[in-house]
Every structure is written in structure tokens, then in C-alpha cells.
């Protein structure tokens, strides 16, 4: 920490050269030595010379015992000094026994640079560089100050200087005339198609509460879109595809047709609804949508208006395309990494599809799952990208010139929001998995906080299902996220949402990770902050899919808010199964299970993986079973 005294370090904890036994990896890193240029000759790094040959005897000595490794010693003090001789060139402060911390981070970020075609090179480098570092400490040559020693251990620590993760590649965003602009967003499919939609909506259709067009039109709609799918109601009417346009999936019979329960199991369907609504070319209220007056502009105006509400339109698909709501949470930032390299990259010159078959392999062992899992996820949405003519080739991903600038409105918030995850996946999430897995580790529980009995009920549920759990008042809504998920049963494996005037209305509360502008951090706002404002009622939407719409109502406040909290004292219902298409869906499926004549019987039975002979019970409930669930937060 800055200004403290700093001690030695463990030997455990210093840095180790990797594959120090392996004579080939030495070799290597001997060649990384050529790629980063040495400085022209000055009288001040032949005294730094000078210098480090007068200590170069205690180094290899030090090196030994440090790390068993005598034979690294010299590779490892030659690359110090080239840090020396970059950071002479950058400030005369710099000596081969201080270096300044502004010049490491300088000289960290050449030779990533210079290396970047020689895996392994960078991070050679600066693991010899920390161990030379941590030589000066102990041996009392440092000159610098503890605080100094402290902010360039620091920059030598930083993990964020992995060569896994590099700088972006150069964005090169063409020059086009308005009119070739037009033409460019004109021929793209993801376009044509969204014309379709706009056209089918003529003047309005009927849609839930949520905003999500109602079961009976969601064929229709896909359609438009280009995507076949069947309503899980059997009793709706087939689709007929509007004139002109062909369906992506060509399927020689309705069987092998995917079946929903909610637009937003069609996630093209789901992802462009969204983006329509952001740029206001459709407009929602609690029970219809209906096209705008720009959504005319869309489609009969003239060429100018066009192509900015083509170009605002394709940004917002980008965007909610690159970083997906319908991909396993902790995963979303390194997707939406990759796919943000692949985008960039791909302005500027294409990007072969080969280089994923590596990736996408399956997995040697554990440690391997999550890069083959995020590789597929990416790979996915880029071919989709690519069958919307915003990627073109068929070898290689290469962005279409008119979406390029696309590309660039969305870079800084795709960068930000993948830097915003406080840490990687790890497979510890695969390890013990439990319902309700969140990031709080308890509730917060200040002394002067009253106990409030809380009635949450999932909306629309027939038969009700409802949970009365008793927290402290001080509770944060992250915790409270935890309190639900757990009651509930839920997998915690979607999106969720805090909002104050209903689903995804008035203002919302989310994780900072996937927080959007106007949107607020859930882990700074308590249960009695919020009701002690004009706030009056709180939603609590979990997957925003299914959405599972949770009502929230404080119903009285009890005598002390004991250590026992949280603790469910009633409830109602058997909890849903995650993926289950909501309430609704829910319901269809428990009737079928239960129903050996429901012609889907056996495929929900299946998937609910049900024993011979079992069923499920809708109303059942066990509060013992919540209690215990919720015994890991006290």
C-alpha cells in the first residue's frame, strides 16, 4: 500500500520464471531478447552497464537461491537491463537502481507491442523484470522510495498486463458518400428483415405487460424475421411467411420446428424488438406496440432520414448483440470480448473462421471450459452476424463497410463493460453449484434495523406462488437478489432486474456489471433507503426471457430484526424450473407432465426429469426446505 513500509516479500510469493527447467523455452526467450530495440548508446547506460556489472555476481547468487535456478540467472538479468536502457530513454531519473514507476507502465506497454507476434515474449519480460526489482529491495540498492518501490511492484504485479487479453486492433472505419452509406445499410438482411417486422405491425398489435408481443403473433413475427418456430399454444394459427422472404430454416416438417413460449425464446426476434424500442422506432404501452412516425420514415421517407435511423439502428443491434442477455452471466464480458476483437479486427482486414476451429475443440479438461464455451457462444453470433450481411465472407468475418462506423459507436462501451467484471470466470462456479448462487456471502444486518415481513409472489401465477420471508430493513438489494433466487429455487443462470414502477419501469437497479446508462448499482442501495422515498412498490424481474416478474411488498415490521434473518415464515406453490417459459409456460408444462394424454408428455417429463409414477404437486410447498436453502446467508 502506498506510503507504508515496505517488507520482504515470502520467496513463495515472488515471481518465478515459468518452465524454468525446459532448455527450448530458455532458448525462446533468449530470441525475445531481439525483439525489443535496443537504445543507441549513451554515457549514462554505460554507467547503468557499468553498474549492473559490479552487482552481476550477487544477482546470480541471489537468482539461485531465489529460485534454484542459476543457469537464468544471466537471461534474466540481461532483460533487466534492457528495462534500464528503455527507461533511461524516457526519464533521467531513471538508473539501474531506481526506476520510475511512469516509465515501467511505458516500458511495459512497448514491449507488449513489440512482442506481439511472439507468445510468451511480453510476459518474459516482465516476470524478469519484477525478479530484478525485488533483488534491488533486497539487497539495499533501491534508491527509490518505499512508496516508489510500492507503485512499481504494483505496475509489475498487475494482472491486467496478460497477453491474452491485448489491446484492440486498429479500427479503420471507411470513407463512404451519403449515398453509398444508403446503399450499404440497404443490402443488409438484418435490414430487409426488420422492414418485414415494421410492416407486419401495420397499425399495432396486442402485447403482455412486459412489452413482449403476445403468444398468438409470435410465429408471425419470427417469421418476419426469418426465423421458424411454433407457439407452445397448439391452438395458435400457423404462420405464413410474408411474400419475398425466405426462412432461414428449412425444415421438411413442423416436428423438427422449435416450439416457444415467449418472444424472447426467438432471440433475433428478441434482440431487434429491443433495439426498435431504443430507437424509438416502435412504441410500447401496457397493452399494445405500435410503429412510430420515424418507423414510416423507415420505410417510405427519403434518403437522409434513412440512413441515420438505418445506422442508430444497427449500433443498438450491435450492442445487444456483442454483449448477449442470454448467455450464462459470469460468461458475458469474455464473449463480448471476443466478439468486440473479431468486430474491430474485421474492419481493417478479414478475419479467418479457421482461427476458431482451435477454440472450439472440445475441451481437454476442466480449465479448458471456459474458453471452448465462450468461443462457441462468440462463433454463434458471428455466424448470425454474418447471415445478416453485417459480416461478409465466406472463409473469413469481415465487417460490411457501412456498418464499420457501427462498429466504432460501440467499442468504448463494449470495452468498458467487459473491464467492468471484477474478475475472469472461474470453474469454481462449476464446482458446487447451489440455487441462488449470487455474490453476496450474507445480508447486511445493522443494529438499529427493524425486521420487515416481505410478501413476494411471482406475477400471474395460477395456482399462486408466493414466499413471506422476514429480513432486516438495512438489507441491500444485491442480498435481497440472493434472498429470492434461494426462496424461489432459481439457478441464479440469467439477468435479473430491480425496478420501482413495475417490470423494467421507473428506475432500475442491476449488478455494476451489466448496469446501463440511467441505471443504478444494486449493491449501494438498501430496503429501508428505498422505501423511505417516494418509492411505493419494487419489481424483482429474474431472466429476461422468461420473464419471471416478482411483486414485492413489504407487509408490516416486526419487533427487532434478530441474527436469524433471513427466514421464510410461509409461502405457497411449487417453484418453477429454470428455462420452464414463465408463468405460463409453466403451467403447460406441469399439466402436460401430469397428463399421460398431453401429446408432450413425455419430452416434459423428460426434461423435468421425472421418475415413473411421479408428479408434480403445483401447490406444494416446504418452508423447512427454504429455511435451510436461506441458512447460508445468516
Known amino acids: 500500500m502506498k506510503g507504508q513500509q515496505v517488507s520482504k516479500r515470502p520467496k513463495a510469493n515472488r515471481p518465478k520464471p515459468k518452465n524454468k527447467s525446459d532448455k527450448s523455452a530458455k532458448a525462446k526467450q533468449r530470441r525475445h531478447l531481439h525483439a525489443v530495440p535496443s537504445a543507441p548508446a549513451r554515457t549514462a547506460e554505460e554507467r547503468n552497464k557499468q553498474l549492473i556489472d559490479s552487482f552481476t555476481p550477487d544477482f546470480v547468487e541471489w537468482f539461485s537461491q531465489e529460485t534454484d535456478d542459476p543457469d537464468g540467472a544471466m537471461l534474466c538479468l540481461n532483460m533487466a537491463q534492457t528495462l534500464v536502457e528503455m527507461c533511461s530513454q524516457m526519464s533521467p531519473e531513471a538508473t539501474a537502481t531506481f526506476l520510475p514507476p511512469w516509465t515501467i507502465e511505458e516500458a511495459i506497454t512497448s ?20 525478479l530484478y526489482l525485488h533483488y534491488l529491495q533486497d539487497s539495499g540498492r533501491w534508491t527509490g522510495s518505499d512508496e516508489e518501490f510500492a507503485d512499481t511492484d504494483g505496475l509489475l504485479s498487475e494482472e491486467d498486463w496478460d ?14 458518400s451519403h449515398s453509398e452509406e444508403a446503399t450499404g445499410f440497404s443490402e443488409l438482411e438484418l435490414i430487409r428483415r426488420t422492414s418485414h417486422l415494421l410492416q407486419w405491425l401495420g397499425a399495432g398489435k396486442q402485447v403482455t405487460q412486459t412489452g413482449a408481443l403476445r403468444r398468438k403473433d409470435i410465429e408471425a413475427a419470427a417469421a418476419c424475421v426469418g426465423v421458424r418456430v411454433k407457439a407452445g399454444n397448439k391452438s395458435s394459427p400457423m404462420f405464413e411467411p410474408l411474400p419475398g422472404l425466405e426462412l432461414t430454416d428449412d425444415v421438411p416438417d413442423d416436428e423438427t420446428v422449435p416450439t416457444v413460449r415467449s418472444m424472447h425464446d426467438v432471440p433475433l ?8 424500442y431504443e430507437v424509438e422506432l416502435i412504441s410500447l404501452t401496457s397493452t399494445t406496440v405500435k410503429p412510430t412516425a420515424q418507423a414510416e420514415q423507415w420505410l417510405h421517407g427519403g434518403e437522409p432520414e434513412r440512413v441515420n435511423q438505418y445506422r442508430n439502428f444497427v449500433t443498438s443491434f450491435l450492442l445487444r448483440t456483442v454483449v448477449p442477455d442470454d448467455v450464462f452471466e459470469p460468461m458475458v464480458p469474455a464473449v463480448a470480448s471476443l466478439m468486440l476483437m473479431v468486430l474491430t479486427a474485421g474492419t481493417s482486414e478479414p478475419v479467418e473462421r479457421a482461427r476458431f476451429d482451435e477454440l472450439l475443440t472440445e475441451p481437454a479438461d ?11 457462444f462468440a462463433k454463434h453470433r458471428l455466424d448470425q452476424l454474418s447471415e445478416l450481411g453485417v459480416l461478409t465472407g465466406k472463409d473469413h468475418f469481415t465487417v460490411a463497410p457501412a456498418v464499420a462506423q457501427c462498429v466504432g459507436a460501440i467499442v468504448d462501451n463494449v470495452r468498458d463493460f467487459a473491464l467492468a467484471a471484477e474478475e475472469d470466470f472461474d470453474d469454481e ?63 441464479g443462470s440469467h439477468m435479473h432486474a430491480f425496478s420501482t414502477d413495475g417490470p423494467y419501469r421507473g428506475t432500475l437497479y442491476r449488478p455494476p456489471e451489466f448496469m446501463d446508462e440511467g441505471e443504478r448499482d444494486e449493491s449501494t442501495v438498501s430496503l429501508d433507503e428505498l422505501f423511505s422515498g417516494a418509492v411505493k412498490k419494487l419489481t424483482y424481474v429474474y431472466d429476461f426471457g422468461d ?3 416478482h411483486d414485492i411488498q413489504v407487509e408490516k415490521t ?22 420452464s417459459g414463465g408463468v405460463h409456460g409453466w403451467t403447460e408444462m406441469v399439466e402436460a407432465a401430469n397428463d399421460p394424454s398431453h401429446e408432450e408428455h413425455a419430452e416434459f417429463r423428460d426434461w423435468l426429469g421425472l421418475e415413473p409414477g411421479e408428479s408434480i404437486d403445483p401447490k406444494a410447498f416446504e418452508v423447512d426446505s427454504v429455511n435451510a436453502a436461506l441458512s447460508r446467508l445468516r
Open 163 to 176: 497477453e491474452d487479453d491485448p489491446s484492440l486492433p486498429e479500427l479503420d472505419v471507411p470513407e463512404l
Open 111 to 130: 514491449v507488449y507491442s513489440a512482442t506481439s507476434d511472439e507468445p510468451g515474449a511480453a510476459e518474459a519480460f516482465v516476470n524478469a523484470w519484477h
Open 547 to 549: 420473464d419471471w416478474v
Open 366 to 376: 476442466e480449465s479448458d471450459i471456459f474458453s471452448t464455451l465462450t468461443a462457441r
Open 429 to 491: 462456479l462449476f464446482e458446487t453449484p447451489f440455487p441462488g448462487t449470487s455474490t453476496a456471502d450474507g445480508i447486511t444486518n445493522s443494529p438499529d434495523a427493524e425486521a420487515w415481513q416481505l410478501k413476494i409472489g411471482l406475477h400471474g401465477s395460477k395456482p399462486p406462488i408466493w414466499r413471506r420471508i422476514v429480513v432486516p430493513s438495512s438489507i441491500r438489494l444485491n442480498e435481497l437478489h440472493a434472498v429470492i433466487q434461494l426462496s424461489f429455487g432459481w439457478m
Open 269 to 276: 426476434l428478441s434482440t431487434i424488438w429491443a433495439a426498435l
Open 558 to 579: 416486526l419487533d427487532s430484526a434478530g441474527e436469524e434473518l433471513p427466514v421464510c415464515t410461509g409461502g405457497r406453490g411449487a417453484a418453477p424450473a429454470d428455462d
